[in-house]
């Protein structure tokens, strides 16, 4: 393993000096995440006084309660994981923030005018969104202090994958009427009040499958035997695990109807796979499957329909969504006329006009969710969604950097199939509501309206601290809380690369 | 494993990086084309902060607004109406519905209207720094009020109770439209309503009457043009075989194309050119089928056809209005197919279409279009319906120039063909279009269009004084039945008399 950053932060160095404290960077996230807070406060400010003319007591409310929650979970770091990455809470905390004042603001604008000074504070969509945000950070730091070391995620590998993969198959085999939202088969509904996506959660759970498996099989996995193009190709009796995941996937694109999440599970899989073979013709392989499956749904879309039919839809509004402007390409040309309205620099929070003229009806459908970063775009422009873009590149490279930091295989795979399905799932959604892919069902993590999305998003993150925490802790130390390091078979005598 | 983590590393970098130019070209390059396309709902809205401009007509010496803003206390601050006789001016204005696409003029000038025209530019410069949000830019159109109700209330009173017809009336020496009516029609405030339930229940009403009284059939629609067709073969005939009008063309009571074909032409009238020959100026006086038919074998269907073409037959692109695919178009009139399966002239199609039936269809803009250029001398003028376009401080920011589209004959047959279409009305089919002190002269068409319907009923006409063309028209009958033709050219009558007291020339 290569020591990446200075020595003296070395984790395998043993510090020599008796009583130097590797840093835990604890204060620097708390300023971080006061100056994130600043930026939400400032936001919603703004907002308020657009849409209702003036800041009133009652606006205060909700800032608090945002800086009270993410407060809170500052100092439950400190505990559960004393050592995790500094830059990441901050990052998530703005994004999660600017998202609740977000959904405040469709509040405002969904009421009249002359009514908006009377909207309390303590309700709403943007309420919810809060009180979402406390229990999935409940939930989380829970989640820290039941898993006081990730290796342990490991002994659990098969039961976590199995849960996977059954809360995958959930909504596809529940019939439509308890399972279909906007043309997706993603969610279990339980009346039309609570709905939640068990696909948000089985990606972690997937990814700990994934790791523990990549981790076992890596070394025959590597195995190359046939050289073409420069390229090492794995024998052809290795190919069983990815084209297993890749037929599971692509039951996910057809009866799911849905590419984005048929596209996450496949791109997890092939990226931890070539982080534990190191074999660059895995990726080759996986995105040729990958391509071949969706070009062959599209062709069945085309010539068959039946399952394959809403891909080939997809596709089509996807190649030129003006054709139906007012029909099937609604969504995405409204999508692009509100970006396109807001320009370099937007017209300011609260300033858009994602509404129709007679405000109960949204000119941008289902704004509050898979279109959230397209009614962002309208007020704060190109430049305010390329800072969304960085926040989101900033937890992704960070969480990158500790698994590259942190000693065992199974957190390197880890860590790193985390970082990268966050970053895929913002690719997929963002990529589909300005047209770089055609659209598909995903939420916009941290900023779309709903509980689970939301809660999954943050238990990803719970488990990223975690590696981030073990990846920069001191050998001497231990792990956090004072328990003794878990000790798992076979681990200490693997080879690192 | 940390090589292959920096290189997802990298590709991340490089998913956000396309994510990040994929914005640029979503919110910098395209992002005017987005923010004013018409698909934008924003787009309106903000339009209904200012005072959108006037479309006008002339009356007298004055215009009067057809189309205007008036202030409300909704959301909207502006609501569209039209205040004058809507109806009759539903084809030309079109509407401006508070959400979904404008018609006809209020789409073809929709940012000249709304003020974001670049001619109106630094208008909203100066907005920017006094603050005063200036109306949009007025529209003057070439209608002339009273021609324009005169033609729209005489195709609703019509005596042959056609349900649908056209009139058309240009000025033949510059191409400006005077009326251009259409019915049946319907009311544009009902779609420009704020209600936008209302608005579109009322649409959804008069797109699916099967009346279809949102299509306007003075240009978007082709009908068989019967013996009007027989002008065109006149103009080929002086042209092409070097005719006059006294020249003696066969006849008869009846013309088999093909003998022993099985297929006969016959006259309207057994008393109409009986006898084996005709003079062509008779033959049209009297619209002899039998003659015609056998002019336009004579002729082949490719000289019919390329003089159909210099009238402007199969021209895609004719637009009375605005620019680029917001524009109001002409759809084309077609002479059709004349050639039989071995690709050869068939003498049947030809004598067919010789006298306007088969596959020749024409719109009544394109009847008037060439009566209008009959009595130009041959110059056929492009049609228009915007005089000029002002700016919110009534200066005028644009003129329209009459241009000449093409000329299909030379002087001396256009002569030729007025001395012959003044025969018509004089002594021939078109009487009923005499006015006193005038010359007049036109060509009146029965269409036979299926055999459970009555035939359409047209007639094409000019008046000129002092051999100075006033005005050219057309106007068109649906199923009229029997009668059909003599009750247009009474229309036609009545419409060039109006102009002519528009004119002030009585």
């Known amino acids: 393993m290569t020591a990446s950053a200075a020595p003296l932060a070395s984790p395998s160095a043993p510090s020599a000096t008796a009583g130097f404290r590797m840093p835990t960077r604890r204060n620097s996230e708390l300023v971080l995440l006061l100056l994130a807070m600043v930026v939400v406060t400032a936001y919603a400010g703004a907002v308020e006084y657009a849409l209702v003319g003036k800041v009133s007591a009652d606006f205060w409310i909700q800032p608090f309660l945002l800086l009270l929650v993410f407060l809170a979970t500052h100092v439950g770091l400190r505990f559960l994981a004393p050592y995790a990455d500094p830059a990441i809470l901050p990052a998530v905390a703005l994004l999660n923030g600017l998202g609740v004042a977000f959904l405040r603001r469709l509040d405002l604008g969904r009421t009249s005018a002359p009514q908006r000074a009377d909207l309390g504070a303590l309700s709403g969509d943007g309420f919810r969104q809060l009180i979402w945000t406390l229990a999935a950070i409940i939930v989380s730091m829970v989640a820290l202090w039941v898993v006081r070391d990730h290796r342990v995620l490991s002994r659990y590998a098969y039961t976590l994958g199995l849960t996977g993969i059954v809360l995958v198959m959930i909504p596809a085999v529940l019939p439509a009427s308890l399972s279909e939202v906007n043309g997706a088969k993603l969610w279990i509904r339980f009346g039309s009040f609570f709905q939640i996506q068990p696909g948000e959660f089985a990606k972690i759970l997937l990814l700990s499958f994934f790791a523990y498996y990549l981790v076992r099989k890596r070394e025959v996995l590597a195995l190359a035997s046939r050289r073409f193009l420069g390229i090492d190709f794995p024998r052809g009796r290795d190919l069983g695990p990815v084209l297993l995941v890749w037929v599971l996937s692509l039951l996910v694109l057809v009866f799911e109807k849905d590419l984005g999440t048929s596209l996450m599970y496949f791109g997890m899989f092939v990226v931890t796979l070539y982080i534990a073979t190191e074999r660059v013709s895995w990726l080759i392989i996986g995105l040729l499957l990958f391509f071949g499956g969706a070009f062959l749904a599209y062709v069945l879309g085309a010539a068959f329909g039946g399952p394959f039919a809403n891909f080939h839809e997809r596709v089509i509004i996807w190649l030129d969504p003006f054709k139906d402007a007012n029909g099937d390409g609604f969504q995405l040309v409204q999508s692009l006329l509100g970006l396109g309205t807001g320009g370099l620099f937007g017209s300011g929070p609260g300033r858009g006009i994602p509404y129709m003229a007679d405000i109960h009806r949204f000119i941008l459908p289902e704004v509050q969710n898979d279109f959230i970063f397209a009614g962002f775009g309208e007020e704060i422009g190109l430049f305010g969604l390329t800072a969304l873009l960085m926040l989101y590149l900033v937890i992704a490279e960070r969480g990158l950097r500790a698994a590259i930091a942190v000693r065992d295989s199974f957190g390197k795979l880890m860590a790193g199939g985390l970082a990268f399905t966050l970053a895929l799932q913002v690719f997929v959604i963002v990529g589909g509501v300005t047209k770089l892919i055609p659209l598909t069902g995903q939420t916009t993590p941290f900023l779309s309206a709903g509980g689970s999305s939301l809660m999954a998003n943050w238990l990803l993150i719970a488990m990223l601290l975690r590696v981030s925490d073990a990846s920069r802790r001191p050998a001497s130390v231990g792990t956090g809380g004072g328990s003794a390091p878990v000790k798992l078979a076979g681990l200490a005598t693997e080879v690192m690369r | ?506």
Request: glycine share 10%; net charge neutral; hydrophobic share 40%.
């Open chain 2, 1 to 506: 494993m940390n090589a292959p983590l920096r290189r997802v590393g990298v590709v991340v970098l490089v998913l956000f990086g396309l994510l990040f130019l994929n914005l640029n070209w979503v919110q910098a390059y395209k992002a005017d084309a987005y923010r004013t396309d018409e698909h934008n709902g924003r787009v309106q809205l903000s339009e209904y902060q200012h005072q959108r401009g006037v479309i006008a007509v002339v009356a007298g010496r004055d215009q009067v607004p057809i189309a205007k803003s008036i202030e409300t206390n909704d959301t909207l601050k502006y609501q569209r109406q039209y205040p004058l006789n809507p109806a009759a001016y539903a084809a030309i204005t079109g509407y401006k519905p508070v959400s979904g696409i404008p018609t006809n003029i209020e789409r073809a000038e929709d940012d000249f209207l709304s003020g974001n025209a670049a001619a109106l530019f630094s208008d909203r410069l100066r907005e920017v720094f006094t603050g005063n949000k200036s109306s949009g830019g007025n529209v003057l159109l070439t209608i002339n009020k009273n021609v324009q109700e005169k033609a729209y209330n005489d195709l609703i009173n019509n005596n042959s109770g056609a349900k649908n017809g056209a009139v058309v009336a240009l000025d033949p020496t510059t191409g400006a439209i005077l009326a251009m009516a259409t019915t049946p029609s319907y009311d544009p405030n009902l779609i420009t309503t704020h209600d936008t339930n209302a608005a579109s229940a009322a649409f959804n009403q008069f797109n699916k009457d099967p009346a279809k009284p949102l299509l306007n059939r003075a240009t978007q629609e082709t009908f068989p043009p019967g013996s009007t067709m027989k002008v065109i073969i006149s103009a080929a005939a002086l042209t092409d075989l070097g005719y006059n009008p006294q020249t003696v063309i066969p006849a008869g009571p009846s013309y088999t194309p093909i003998p022993g074909g099985g297929f006969t032409i016959h006259n309207a009238h057994p008393s109409i050119c009986p006898d084996a020959t005709i003079t062509l100026i008779l033959a049209l006086t009297q619209s002899c089928n039998t003659g015609f038919a056998q002019l336009g074998v004579k002729l082949g269907a490719d000289k019919v056809k390329a003089m159909a073409q210099g009238f402007g037959f199969e021209d895609n692109g004719l637009t009375i209005a605005g620019d680029g695919n917001k524009a109001m178009t002409v759809v084309p009139s077609h002479t059709g197919a004349m050639t039989g399966d071995n690709g050869q002239d068939d003498p049947n199609f030809v004598a067919q279409s010789s006298i306007g039936q088969k596959d020749v269809r024409i719109t009544p803009m394109q009847g008037a279009l060439i009566a209008a250029t009959v009595a130009n001398g041959g110059n056929q003028m492009r049609p228009y319906l915007i005089d000029k376009l002002q700016a919110p401080d009534l200066t005028t920011t644009s003129q329209s120039a009459p241009k000449v589209l093409r000329q299909p004959v030379n002087g001396q047959v256009a002569g030729y063909l007025q001395e012959m279409m003044e025969s018509v009305v004089q002594r021939g089919t078109g009487t009923k279009a005499k006015i006193d002190g005038f010359r007049v002269g036109g060509k009146t068409g029965t269409a036979q269009n299926s055999e459970d319907d009555g035939d359409h009923g047209w007639f094409i006409g000019w008046v000129m004084k002092d051999g100075r063309p006033i005005c050219a028209v057309a106007v068109f009958l649906q199923n009229a039945g029997s009668g059909g033709s003599a009750e247009a050219t009474r229309i036609a009558g009545d419409v060039m008399k109006t102009v002519i007291t528009e004119r002030g020339l009585k």
